[in-house]
């Protein structure tokens, strides 16, 4: 299968490089180090179309494509993690499940200002009791006359500070076997009753939101319902599968900015009168780092055009999330392996690109679940 790039796809590629190194790179380690969320980023992002790229003109998105979303996930993660992960999270998590399953209405009143970039997205699924194991949700929704009463927890929201309105799941009933009837709600976060807390201290991305939701007797009318109430389960998984394509992009991302300052560190560095490059055990680590974050990057395409033409891509996208983000962890360690004493400091940018990798390891569905998902798949 050929993923050479469209005359589009490229020129994408190439806006988006030169916005990131323009606007995001210079001010990555200051949010890195201040935990300050980079909202002026995210304005600009909306004015270049960014914000909408795989979302129809029609609601104000760019009418793009999902490979070339990925392109932009990583261009903007190669600049700096906490954007790209902010980023994935608002498109992916955001505006997609609205943009897949809402309604005309539910589409022209919410995910128009996520499209355009008005406003950032946000997808509240995990709970203290509830992260890997979806299906334990203990949020609740109960119908009472022609609204929902929301009650329920959520943690590590990514963007839930800075978002008009938040997605979550809760459990609307049970089905015909006994079993929870999980759906997706959208609520306003200027609704009564829920409260959005930003007070994690995190090892990495300290410059994406990350908040805790509390819903106190939430009520939102019953037309907030998210698609079909008895299929919200499959919904979100669809979400999720679209998700871990953006977040191995991302990773790879990461990756490469490690690759890039590995390679001009070993090439300014002299060590017994010769650059680390002149090296063999420093080429060989360099050659494993560039092939596996090639490797990485075709299979994050080859799951995005699979989707693209509406083909099955779950188990593609499970490969994809799970060899990118276990490869960028590897590759960040090996460049603070190449940088030696100076890898460890904060002055070099190396031991941040480490720190970031290792949450895409967790974050939608981690290392373990993407292996229950490819097996689960190989033995349907």
Not at 264 to 277: A, D, N, P
Not at 349 to 357: F, I
Request: aromatic content about 8%; some cysteine.
């Amino acid at each position: 299968m050929n993923f050479g790039l469209t005359q589009e796809q490229q020129m994408i590629k190439e806006m988006v490089r030169d916005f990131a190194k323009n606007e995001i790179a210079p001010y990555a380690q200051e949010i890195d180090l201040t935990g300050r969320f980079p909202i002026e980023t995210f304005r600009k992002m909306g004015q270049l179309g960014l914000m909408g790229i795989p979302i129809s003109k029609k609601y104000g998105g760019s009418g793009g494509d999902t490979i070339s979303y990925a392109i932009a996930v990583e261009e903007i993660g190669r600049a700096c993690g906490s954007t790209g992960l902010s980023y994935a999270a608002a498109v992916s998590l955001g505006a997609c499940p609205i943009y897949y399953f809402g309604t005309e209405e539910q589409k022209q009143d919410f995910l128009v200002p996520l499209a355009s970039g008005e406003s950032l997205g946000a997808f509240g699924l995990t709970e203290p009791n509830a992260g890997s194991d979806a299906g334990a949700t203990q949020t609740r929704a109960v119908v009472d006359g022609d609204q929902y009463l929301i009650n329920g927890s959520k943690c590590w929201i990514t963007n839930a500070g800075y978002a008009r309105t938040v997605t979550i799941t809760a459990v609307t009933g049970k089905d015909p076997k006994g079993k929870n009837i999980i759906s997706a709600i959208i609520v306003p976060t200027n609704t009564p009753g829920f409260t959005i807390l930003s007070n994690y201290k995190k090892m990495g991305l300290n410059g994406s939101n990350t908040s805790e939701l509390i819903l106190e007797d939430v009520r939102v009318p019953r037309k907030n319902l998210l698609g079909d109430p008895s299929k919200g389960f499959g919904q979100f998984l669809y979400t999720l599968d679209g998700g871990r394509i953006s977040i191995a992009a991302l990773s790879v991302g990461i990756a490469q900015a490690a690759l890039d300052a590995a390679l001009k560190y070993s090439k300014e560095r002299i060590q017994f009168g010769k650059t680390l490059s002149c090296f063999q055990a420093i080429q060989f680590k360099l050659a494993d780092m560039a092939m596996e974050i090639e490797i990485a990057r075709n299979i994050v395409y080859k799951a995005a055009w699979l989707k693209d033409n509406n083909q099955p891509f779950r188990k593609e996208a499970a490969y994809a999330k799970l060899f990118a983000s276990e490869m960028a962890v590897r590759a960040c360690n090996q460049a603070i392996q190449i940088h030696g004493g100076c890898g460890y400091m904060k002055d070099y940018p190396v031991e941040r690109y480490l720190r970031d990798a290792k949450l895409m390891e967790i974050g939608e569905g981690t290392s373990e679940i993407q292996r229950i998902v490819i097996s689960r798949q190989l033995l349907a």
